[in-house]
């Protein structure tokens, strides 16, 4: 398994923008699809983005406006946040599945990182 640890969070107001960096620690980074969640305050967590070798998938409430990719060479994993809005406010977490095919989606994964929060204000 990999260890994953999530940086990049902080307060942004509306409008503005953040990148989330997930660095991982361990063997076979690229066998991993790597996704991103979050977790609102009295919400259950929810997909937000997954990235194969080179394939993404976005959850429907931030396409168009987050961008996800990967470094091999740095086994790291990004999060652009672009036009952020109050409702993204959230714990975000990095998430690792080992897969030999491409996945559209994630509900678990086989690693996961202490989360790093997002405020956006009004």
């Known amino acids: 398994q990999v260890q994953l640890v999530e940086s990049g969070g902080g307060l942004v107001q509306a409008g503005g923008s953040l990148r989330l960096s997930c660095a991982a620690s361990?063997?076979?980074?690229?066998?991993?699809?790597m996704g991103w969640f979050r977790q609102a305050p009295g919400k259950e967590r929810e997909f937000v983005a997954v990235i194969n070798l080179s394939s993404t998938y976005y959850a429907d409430s931030v396409k168009g406006r987050f961008t996800i990719s990967r470094d091999n060479a740095k086994n790291t994993v990004y999060l652009q946040m672009n036009s952020l809005k109050p409702e993204d406010t959230a714990v975000y977490y990095c998430a690792a599945v080992r897969t030999r095919v491409p996945i559209t989606s994630m509900r678990d994964a086989d690693s996961w990182g202490q989360g790093t929060q997002v405020t956006v204000s009004s």
């Open positions: 361990g063997r076979a980074f690229s066998t991993y699809a």
